[in-house]
């Protein structure tokens, strides 16, 4: 297994960014978190941007892309808020990682780790060996 923690990312603390196992890796959950360990200021878009980048981030760190993505599990605090910035959220899906989707699943809690945070974001990818 190789262990990846991408340096542009904020440091880690009791997790793992991405862990690769043979051309499977596992993304850790990632929420809006800046590289200085806050979360970006605005609303879900914003957030939406930020926490997809960090994954993505970590993805290629672990020598991934994001085509390469198998499935996504987004958690969120506010479905309605996601479903009614819909279409702005899918345009930047589209921008930051193509017009093809994985299999995905969105999934309401009460709260996340960071009282702040809107959206979590997992995933797990197929990379080809590096």
């Known amino acids: 297994m190789e262990f990846v923690n991408p340096p542009e990312l904020a440091r880690p603390s009791g997790f793992t960014y ?3 196992h043979g051309d499977t890796v596992h993304l850790a959950g990632q929420t809006a978190m800046d590289a200085d360990g806050k979360i970006v200021e605005g609303g879900i878009v914003e ?3 930020q926490a997809f980048g960090n994954l993505l981030t970590a993805l ?3 020598g991934g892309q994001p085509s390469d993505l198998l499935s996504v599990t987004i958690y969120l605090t506010d479905i309605p808020d996601y479903q009614a910035n819909g279409r702005e959220i899918g345009r930047i899906w589209r921008e930051m ?3 093809d989707y994985p299999a ?3 999934i309401g809690v009460t709260a996340l780790w960071q009282p702040e945070a809107l959206i979590e974001i997992q995933g797990v990818a197929a990379a080809r060996a590096a």
């Open 60 to 62: 290629r760190a672990a």
């Open 104 to 106: 995905m699943a969105g």
């Open 47 to 49: 957030q939406f941007r």
């Open 97 to 99: 990682a193509g017009s």
């Open 18 to 20: 991405a862990v690769r």
